[in-house]
DNA sequence: CCTCCCGCTGAGAGCGCTCCCCGATCACCG
DNA sequence: CGGTGATCGGGGAGCGCTCTCAGCGGGAGG
């Protein structure tokens, strides 16, 4: 009845104008189908009321939320740290933002959330899903896809050839092979023979992957010249005085990150190599905090995390339009990036190789 | 009336479990009244149908969403790419977690953002703000707290004294002030006795207070021994740099935070002045990645940046609870962090000097 | 000039949930 | 053993919105 205390709803603003509630909700949302003068008469109504759209009220009946879950499932904190999500929320943020929806955090602390996560997927409060897990053997994904949310994954899920049951898998991920592939390249361009791998940790797709763009160059790579890291500047020093011990010839390293590449370098530092006159070393990520300021700064292998984001939401979102309100219009298939109008296929994104000082 | 298709409501399982609507929502929202062996049919009957509360449905009678926007406002995407954010966002994000509500970010891209967000919270999209903005002319915390809608800052707004308005700001910060000076008072402690500031964007409240607390210390201190950096490696190079020309016999730095203070690390290396013999360098934020990789170690001042998260959700939550739904039930009463019953206040948490190599 | 049709507007029925209020129930006391 | 108070459960009224559908009016065709 008083509509002065609280927010004004439809009922008001359509009392304001004249007109009928039905006629302000079709004004409010794009305003199709209803006459000029009208659309005016409502619309200054609801600028003088201020009247903002009760998002619960809609949601309720359009079932829709205009509303994306993101989740990061990174137990270490380290690693969600590093700016890398940062970026990636970015981009995502922006997309969403053009498409007025919002961005639901969600981040896991351990697998013991793994459930909340699921019931809030299944429990129907957001549109869609994005999710980060970069393990392996991580269970969220498949758990999640179960829940039967629309799903875009960035980086390829571990188990992802293409279909989980029937629902095909779409993820955002960058041409880490590629990029790994012109690393090398670029090592053996500069002449050098021997040349070493820090892989990250291998049960993440991203490390596999750049070890198999090392291995496809370094078709019978020396065994001993691969030595795990873990994508940590601690684990690159470990690496790299590995490395060393185990083949002191050693005339370049191919660090499978800019982080782990920085303590390769300080290892090589410490060690009198002079870099890279003895030992030119190539990054991965061309993190800029991290591959301009090290010292030399780092050649490595460029990916547009900001772009991953943006391209993960612009999937989802199309997806979504897909399935939209109406009948599911299936089967066209178009392949540029992010498809038009077909479902939405994964993407990879390519990498460029940044030189710097290091190699 | 068929409950096959679509998510169980309350009345499928009011009907499976023998009861009424409103006794499985007395259930389901605590089971507060009701006996026990029907809490436990109807347990059973959610478990059964897997139901989840229709969150829109309940909102919008309840008026509360369960849901908390985080605002950062950072322009400069380099600042929002380091730790700092992210780490906020966890101790913010588990601090929510622990009371059902969800995070919805809010990222801004400019000021041509800013009517937006503030659309966004006046719309009562959800119960509270979290809201970062770290520069003194900005406009977005007024808006903010224009909105109405419960807030609490992440450091220290540029106008906050205590008051806006007539609503108390509530901010959490670090104490900044008092970091630099044990940070300073340290390098006095080594006996040094030209010692140099490099200081954030002084557009920053954390800028500010740190510089002020060098000053408490240096009360007299050569003007030009301090210089104004902006928080990068790149400013801080320049701003070291500055002083060297400014004054060749400086015996120690004190630089606003980690990043500047590495990239002075790396001036003084280039201009072959050891550390810390010829100049002691300590820094500010202890960001790990930073701060312990640098050559050599970084002594700095460390605040317990996820603490600051954790606190600033506690806040708002309690502040919510204070004014919820119903008559106000001042239950818990603790006398810990962050206030007592009463209207919570802000809090500014101490900082720890980390004695590394380079001071 | 009348009729048909099309396009715009308004009335009304819920979406799923909470919460108020009243009637039913049960323990217990007189 | 009946009365009384306290407590528990159920019915119903919306929360604010969208959307269907009917109605109304005006323009064009007959």
Redesign the interface.
């Known amino acids: 009845m008083t509509e002065t205390a609280s927010?004004p709803t439809l009922e008001a603003v359509a009392a304001r104008a004249g007109v009928s509630r039905a006629t302000v909700s079709r004004v409010v949302n794009g305003g199709e189908g209803v006459r000029e003068p009208l659309v005016e008469r409502v619309r200054r109504a609801v600028e003088e009321l201020?009247y903002?759209?009760?998002?619960?009220?809609r949601?309720?009946v359009t079932r829709r939320?205009d509303?994306v879950a993101?989740v990061i499932a990174e137990p270490e904190?380290?690693v969600?740290?590093?700016?890398f999500?940062?970026?990636q929320?970015?981009g995502i943020?922006?997309e969403l933002?053009a498409h007025d929806s919002?961005?639901?955090?969600?981040?896991t602390?351990g697998r013991e959330?793994y459930a909340?996560v699921g019931?809030?997927l299944?429990?129907?409060?957001v549109d869609g899903a994005l999710v980060f897990s970069l393990h392996l053997e991580d269970p969220l994904p498949g758990l999640i896809q179960g829940a039967g949310v629309p799903t875009v994954f960035g980086g390829r899920p571990g188990w992802a050839d293409g279909t989980r049951g029937d629902t095909p898998t779409v993820y955002v991920d960058s041409d880490n092979r590629g990029g790994a592939r012109d690393a090398v390249r670029h090592l053996v361009g500069l002449g050098r023979t021997r040349i070493g791998h820090i892989t990250g940790p291998l049960d993440q797709t991203s490390a596999v992957d750049r070890l198999d763009g090392f291995r496809d160059v370094m078709v019978d790579a020396d065994p001993r010249l691969i030595v795990e890291g873990d994508f940590t500047?601690a684990g690159g020093e470990r690496a790299m005085r590995e490395l060393l011990d185990r083949c002191p010839e050693l005339d370049a390293v191919f660090a499978a990150n800019d982080?782990s590449a920085?303590?390769a370098l300080?290892v090589l530092r410490e060690r009198g190599r002079r870099v890279p006159e003895d030992v030119a070393v190539v990054g991965f990520d061309d993190m800029?905090?991290v591959a301009e300021?090290s010292?030399p700064s780092l050649t490595t292998v460029r990916q547009d995390i900001?772009e991953m984001g943006r391209l993960m939401a612009r999937l989802l979102l199309r997806g979504l339009e897909r399935r939209g309100p109406g009948g599911d219009r299936d089967r066209d298939r178009e392949h540029e990036r992010g498809g038009v109008g077909g479902a939405p296929s994964s993407v990879v994104l390519p990498t460029t190789l940044v030189r710097r000082a290091s190699a």
């Open positions: 927010r201020g903002v759209p009760n998002q619960a009220a949601s309720l939320h509303a993101v904190t380290k969600f740290a590093d700016p999500f940062a970026l929320l970015r943020s922006k933002t919002q961005l639901v955090l969600l981040l602390e959330d909340r019931r809030y299944a429990g129907g409060h500047p982080v920085a303590g300080r800029l905090p300021q010292d900001e």
